[in-house]
Structure formats: C-alpha cells, structure tokens
Nanobody, 124 residues
Framework: QVHLVESGGGSVQAGGSLRLSCRVS????????MAWFRQVPGKEREGVAA????????AYADSVNDRFTISRAGDKVTLYLQMNSLKPEDTAMYYC?????????????????WGQGTQVTVSS
C-alpha cells in the first residue's frame, strides 16, 4: 500500500501564497497519477488539481486555474501544490491522492491512496 503524508498548510492572509507538499512513503515504483483535493465542512470533496504520472500534463478546477500550480519531483516521491493569490474561499482541508490508474482525474473515487490532510486557512 502507498502511504502519503501532506505538509505545508497553515494560515495566510488573502492574496498570499502557500506551497503544499505530499511525500510518498513506502514508494513502490509505478506510473502513479496524483491529485490534490480539498474539503470544507458541509460540502463534498472537490478536486483541485491533477497531474499525469510523468508530470507533463496537468488539470485544474476552474476555481483555482491560473492561481495554483501542481508539480511533482522527478523521482516521483514528492508532489507539490503552489497556491498563489489565495482567497478566503480557498480555506479547506487539502488532501493528496494517488493511484496507478487515474490520468488527470479530479474525482475522489478514482483514487485509492490518500494522505491525512493539511489545513489551509485564508483570512481577509
């Protein structure tokens, strides 16, 4: 089983930036598609950004397009989410996800492996 651990969350004022990271522990070599999701109380989990196994292709939710950038290290053990121009509505628990099958999927059921989440809070 793949183990994912997120870090980098915190509190920031509107307009600021944060960089989230997700480390793949107990890595078993393979072509893993990866993605970032977020969830707030009372709402369903939202796909934020996805990246192809080799890292050449990305997909974003309309709400974060042109503000967030997903990337992965060449060794495939670390996933990043650079978040710029943050807004209060970006406040959520952010989760890293991975699986061997998805390709640019922003659907939570397409991923079997999940991190524990890291909280992002954006204040006005």
């Amino acid at each position: 089983q793949v183990h994912l651990v997120e870090s980098g969350g915190g509190s920031v004022q509107a307009g600021g930036s944060l960089r989230l990271s997700c480390r793949v522990s107990r890595y078993d070599y393979g072509d893993y598609g990866m993605a970032w999701f977020r969830q707030v109380p009372g709402k369903e989990r939202e796909g934020v950004a996805a990246i192809s196994p080799i890292g050449r292709t990305t997909a974003y939710a309309d709400s974060v397009n042109d503000r967030f950038t997903i990337s992965r290290a060449g060794d495939k053990v670390t996933l990043y989410l650079q978040m710029n121009s943050l807004k209060p509505e970006d406040t959520a628990m952010y989760y890293c996800a991975a699986d061997v099958r998805p390709f640019l999927s922003l659907r939570a059921p397409d991923y079997r492996y999940w991190g524990q989440g890291t909280q992002v809070t954006v204040s006005s």
